[in-house]
């Protein structure tokens, strides 16, 4: 089966379980993380490449220890022509992804730290990050 | 001896081209290597800049008479509600106002995705506007209904009125509790992971002139892109001082601008609909102000940099909604600006909630109207009442 991407959600209380281990051992997934992020209250955001026969089977593993697993095939854009550089995204993106350029204060996103997590989508009060799909 | 100059005087060079017209920030730079002196000697105008949500904002629309007429005792503008309890077909489109289905904070937190201030973006756009209104029917205006898609072309006078704008200053919001809050200061994370802030410090108009010795009724300004006025003093116009531990003025505090503008010349990039999370909706204006450099004085307080103007830092999850006073402290702009400051020895996040590139290119607009002698500076018929006017907050008992 093809790899597949995927991100994960996961709240402080079962931040601690072996969760990638029994991916590998108990589902024979190879798991290539790619970016990881933990914040002070260790709610945890993970993505990364799954591959192997019994992928869905891991992901309903997942689903079932209350990780939330969300597909990536979407990408955040940040719409230029709406984004006006407020900044009031930036404290709320967890990943640093939206962050300011010092001194001029301009509003840059890298979607490579992105991690789709959704947040900036309600946040942003012009609704300049968009989801495509 | 020390220059003085009047509001004519400069106009004159404004209109021989001769005008001496520089940013309040690059005048904070040039009173740091010069001093004040010599920066009052040289420079005529200081231009300044602001662009946010600004929530007390609004438009009346003469929406023109239909055949036969209608006394429009109800106005829905895409949906949204504009208040019409004036003449036959005035109406005021308020930048807060949301569709009457909107979900609100039922469904929390509340989207607010599109209310006045966005049927105000649509119509500066030259977008069509669907216009539905009701009327009870009399005999001079008979109709009692009517729906068309209207643009701002279509109807008569269209006049931005906003009575609060251009907040002088305002609260660095944190939240200390243990939940997320949703506010008009956007976001806050439990247990103060992030502080949000909201003027664009050394170049926000009213921080720059804190004493009204240049701004008043009649002084002509960047409003939407275009030219607005100063109509009187905001609501909640409270022009005082916050001091700091040893009773000294720290910074200007809550004075507040009511503006004026032709909405028809406006542009959608400098008045933007805004939908606050959890909160409402919202206009971010786009609004600056030329500051004429009558003298010593009004230079000295028009450089006050980022690190000499302060903010207070208040909990938005007890204090503000309770209404408590007292505060965490108080924290500079530049602090502000760097992207943490401390509180109670702790590292906090920070984020701008208006827009410091936006405030810079208004500044440098201004700026260049000025310079090209498209602008002239207009003189107050009066000035706005100042920290001495002893003006106190009311509140509503009960
Ligand atoms: S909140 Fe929205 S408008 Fe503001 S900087 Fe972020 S993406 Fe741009
Ligand atoms: S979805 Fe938005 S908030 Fe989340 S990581 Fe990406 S840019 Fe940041």
Redesign the interface.
Known sequence: MAPKKVVLRFSADISDQPMIYKLVKDYNLVINILKANV???MEGTMVMDISGENIEAGIEYLRSVGVGVQSLTEEIIQNEDKC?????????CPSGALF?E?P???VRFDSDRCVVCH?CL??C???AMEVRF | MATERTFREINERIKQGKAVVITAEELVTLVKEKGVSYATSEVDVVTTGTFGPMCSSGAFLNLGHSKPRIKMQKVWLNGVPAYSGIAAVDAYIGATEVREDDPLNSDYPGEFRYGGGHVIQDLVAGKKVNLRTTGYGTDCYPRREFEAQITLDDINEAILFNPRNAYQNYSCAVNPSSKTIHTYMGVLKSNMQNAHYSTSGQLSPLLKDPWFKTIGIGTRIFLGGSVGYVAWNGTQHFPSFMKDESGQDLSPAGATLSVIGDLKKMSPRWLAGASMLGYGASLSVGLGIPIPILNEDVCRFAAAGDDELFAPIIDYSQAFPERESGNLGHVSYAELKSGTIKINGREVTTAPMSSYPRAREIAGLLKTWIQKGEFLLGEPVELLPDANAGINANALQG
Do not use: E, Y
Not at chain 1, 84 to 89: E, F, H, K, P, R
């Open positions: 914040n002070p209250q006006v550089s407020c900044g009031s995204c930036t404290a709320i300011i010092r001029d204060m301009i947040l309600k946040a009060p012009m609704r």
